[in-house]
Each structure stands twice: as structure tokens, then as C-alpha cells.
């Protein structure tokens, strides 16, 4: 494992040293995942925009707990028209669990991405998803042996980069599915140019995700002319009625 905390934010290098104690499951996992490349696809084709929202109870930069079930949060943004759930399972820093993402999974339809951080193969048998998140920043050159170890249990691995040098990294790992991350985690800054000028890096047989600071309507509208095949929105969408901030976005 190759996570060090230089140029990190204090909030993320807090978050890399739970994840470093953080067990993994007990038994590999073998997962029958829902295809999201399908989903998106599914979304476009009905005229929509593929947003997966994430219930996202709380975060280093944002205010404040929101503690409702979340099963009925999830269930209100494929209501909403999500395409897919973001789940966060990581306890300490964002209020998530692997249990809320065995009881959302169970509850909806759509396909359920765990965001968590990653650093050990062991670890991605702690629940089981359709989508997994892995950092590129984080796990360093051990990057295609998780992607390996990913596709082997049945995830669709969703290779979060905010450099040219680690969409380089993830595409030589064979990353198909790339989320690109607006905010810099050096300094926890988000900037919508990120996307902007690495989506024509992508080949057009990659899924790109626009990954943080998608707020309004016209956000939506800049990533998706600027390549991104579908938005991972959290705070935008959990901020007030989930369902009515969903249909917002995925409207256009």
C-alpha cells in the first residue's frame, strides 16, 4: 500500500490513517453487479441526465448531520430519477456504514457505488456493491492489482484521478470507468476546470464520471458538454428534499 499523507489536507490525512486500521471482511466476496455502463446508457437514451446521488449523511466539508433513514433517502432519489447510489461506508468522518449500503442495496433497483478509501485488497470484501470506488492518489502502484482484485469479486471498479498523472495511472491499469475529482484533496479546493481539462485525455471507450462541485442546472450542463457520461452529486442533492434536488439535476 503506497497512501502517504504529504500534500494532503488535515481532514484527508485523518481520513487515510482510520482507513489504514480499518479491517476488511471476513470471507471473498462474489458479487452479481448491476451494470452501471447499461444504466447510463438506459438514462440517455429516455432523455435524462445519469446523476448517482449519494446519501451522504455527512463530510469534512460540509455542515451539520442529516440523520435520516437512509434507505428512504435512497429510495427518494431513484424516485428523484437517479441513475445510481453513491453509499459512503466509512464511519468516522462521513457517518456511513456497510449496513446502510446492505439495506440500500436491498431496497432499490439501480446500481449502489461504495465510496470508501480503499487502500487493501481485503478490504473490498467488507460488504458487497455493484460499483467500488479506488483512489488513484491513495493506493499508488498498487492501483491495477485492486482494479484486478475488484473485476475478480464481481465490482465494476470507478477509478477516482485528479491529475493527468493518475489518469495515466488509471488507464494503464485498465479503468474503464474513471471518475474525474473537481476538488483537490491537497487543499480541498474545487475547481469544474479539472474535468475540463482532463476529459479529452480519456479514450472514448471510457465512462467518465464528473466527480464534486456540481451545484446547479448549468454545472450539469458544463460537465456534460465537456464529456462527462454522468455526475456524482452529493451535497447539492442532500441538501433539502432529496427527491425534488435528484429530478433538478437529472432534468434538463
Known sequence: MNASGGGLAPEVRAILD??????????????????????????????????????????PTTDGVRDDD???????MVGGGATALSVLTEPEHFGG???SLRRIREA????????????????????ESDLILLIARFVGEDLPDL????????????????????????????????????????????????FEELA????????????????????VRRMREAGADALLVGTAIMDGDVRQNTENLTTQ
Open 97 to 99: 456504514s456497510t449496513e
Open 147 to 194: 482494479v484486478a482484485a475488484a473485476r475478480n469479486r464481481g465490482f465494476q471498479p470507478l477509478v477516482e484521478v485528479h491529475t493527468r498523472e493518475e489518469l495515466t495511472a488509471a488507464l494503464a491499469a485498465g479503468a474503464d470507468i474513471i471518475g474525474v475529482n473537481n476538488r483537490d484533496l491537497g487543499k480541498l479546493e474545487v475547481d469544474l476546470g479539472t
Open 70 to 76: 437512509p434507505v428512504e433517502l435512497a429510495r427518494e
Open 108 to 127: 432499490v433497483d439501480v446500481p449502489v457505488l461504495r465510496k470508501d478509501f480503499i487502500l487493501r485488497e481485503e478490504q473490498l470484501d467488507a460488504v
Open 18 to 59: 482510520a482507513a489504514r486500521e480499518r479491517p476488511g471482511g471476513d470471507t471473498r466476496l462474489s458479487v452479481d453487479s448491476r451494470p452501471f455502463p447499461d444504466a447510463v446508457a438506459a438514462t440517455a437514451d429516455a432523455g435524462r441526465v445519469p446523476v448517482i446521488a449519494e446519501v451522504k449523511p455527512t463530510s
Open 200 to 219: 479529452p485525455e480519456a479514450p472514448d471507450d471510457v465512462l467518465l464520471v464528473a466527480e464534486s462541485g456540481v451545484k446547479t442546472t448549468d454545472d
